[in-house]
């Protein structure tokens, strides 16, 4: 069982940066693929960006075409901890983000696809204002 904790979030003015925390559970963190997806309200939730481990001291990063750029995922291993850090926010940023963990990557899956998570954390709010 992986529990994942979110913290950050909040309310900021369009052009403002803001900075997601996702704490994980486990000894193998570093072997997780942790993602981050968002749902705005009335839409179905969508993959903003993963990190996944590559082998040996080798990490990747994937996002969506409308947050390159301006977002960025990255891990902390001694922390057990993803971070989503959003710059250039705009108001159609605004949703619930929610942080994902895969504890058993293997091969040939789409991380893109949020059925490919076993695990999420509760959702934190991002509201960017005009």
């Known amino acids: 069982q992986v529990q994942l904790v979110q913290s950050g979030g909040g309310l900021v003015q369009a052009g403002g940066s803001l900075r997601l925390s996702c704490a994980a559970s486990?000894?193998?963190?570093?072997?997780?693929?942790m993602g981050w997806f968002r749902q705005a309200r009335g839409n179905e939730r969508e993959f903003v960006a993963i990190?996944?481990?590559?082998?040996?001291?080798?990490?990747?990063?994937d996002y969506a075409d409308f947050v390159k750029g301006r977002f960025i995922i990255s891990r902390d291993n001694a922390n057990n901890t993803v971070y989503l850090q959003m710059n250039s926010l705009k108001p159609e940023d605004t949703a619930v983000y929610y942080c994902?963990?895969?504890?058993?990557?293997?091969?040939?899956?789409?991380?893109?696809?949020?059925?490919?998570?076993?695990?999420w954390g509760q959702g934190t709010q991002v509201t960017v204002s005009s």
């Open positions: 990190h996944s481990w590559g082998g040996g001291r080798t990490y990747y990063a």
């Open positions: 994902s963990a895969e504890p058993n990557p293997g091969r040939g899956r789409n991380w893109r696809a949020n059925y490919e998570y076993a695990y």
């Open positions: 486990g000894r193998t963190f570093s072997n997780y693929v």
